[in-house]
């Protein structure tokens, strides 16, 4: 009879670990860096609108205009900022969200655009470089607490045109003003 008990005690515990366990999808599962690819350097205006919708005016000087979208799913919401010469992109900034998952977003750009070509490190924070894939100049950068996760990748022209008077990337505009605060 005890045995029995037993039996039946353990048969219910097992059902029961069976009914509360689940398949859990790290925050960033479905993206795809084919969503950014409509911010890439050459990418038309037009198309970052049709699949975004119109983004927010931030400045426009010497005919480069600032734009700020926002990229959201289901899972995921967040900032990319944009300039545009003549209906085309110059350069793109993105802020990712950080629960996504660093060795995820990076594995990512290595099968996109190969191994990258300088790496800096310093303290938690880590920057990546891509130089002229395309003609285009890739930074990532991910830092690490308890967890690695991603700070911002942007795109900028390797080579821009000339007679782009007052032109200055996004990240190097994000990066001089987080270094004046």
Same mark, same amino acid.
């Given at each position: 009879?005890?045995?029995?008990?037993?039996? @039946?005690?353990?048969?219910?515990?097992?059902?029961?670990? /069976? !009914?509360?366990?689940?398949?859990?999808?790290?925050?960033?599962?479905?993206?795809?860096?084919?969503?950014?690819?409509?911010?890439?350097?050459?990418?038309?205006?037009?198309?970052? +609108?049709? /699949? @975004?919708?119109?983004?927010?005016?931030?400045?426009?000087?010497?005919?480069?205009? +600032?734009?700020?979208?926002?990229?959201?799913?289901?899972?995921?919401? @967040?900032?990319?900022?944009?300039?545009?010469?003549?209906?085309?992109?110059?350069?793109?900034?993105?802020?990712?969200?950080?629960? @996504?998952?660093?060795?995820?977003?990076?594995?990512?750009?290595?099968?996109?655009?190969? /191994?990258?070509?300088?790496?800096?490190?310093? !303290? &938690?924070?880590?920057?990546?470089?891509?130089?002229?894939?395309?003609? &285009?100049?890739?930074?990532?950068?991910?830092?690490?607490? $308890?967890?690695?996760?991603? $700070?911002?990748?942007?795109?900028? $022209?390797?080579?821009?045109?000339?007679?782009?008077?007052?032109?200055?990337?996004?990240? !190097?505009?994000?990066?001089?003003? +987080?270094?004046?605060?």
């Amino acid at each position: 009879m005890r045995l029995l008990c037993l039996i @039946f005690i353990f048969s219910l515990n097992l059902m029961l670990v /069976k !009914e509360v366990s689940g398949k859990v999808d790290p925050p960033n599962y479905n993206f795809s860096l084919e969503s950014l690819s409509v911010f890439q350097p050459e990418a038309p205006l037009s198309t970052m +609108e049709e /699949k @975004f919708g119109k983004g927010e005016l931030i400045s426009e000087s010497n005919g480069i205009k +600032e734009y700020k979208f926002m990229v959201s799913h289901l899972r995921y919401k @967040f900032p990319v900022w944009v300039q545009v010469h003549e209906g085309k992109s110059l350069d793109f900034f993105a802020k990712l969200p950080s629960y @996504f998952l660093h060795d995820v977003f990076h594995q990512s750009l290595i099968n996109r655009y190969g /191994k990258q070509d300088k790496f800096f490190n310093k !303290e &938690v924070n880590s920057v990546y470089v891509w130089n002229n894939k395309n003609n &285009v100049k890739h930074i990532y950068s991910g830092s690490c607490t $308890i967890t690695c996760f991603p $700070i911002y990748y942007a795109g900028l $022209i390797a080579n821009p045109k000339e007679g782009l008077a007052g032109y200055r990337p996004l990240i !190097e505009k994000f990066e001089y003003k +987080e270094i004046r605060k």
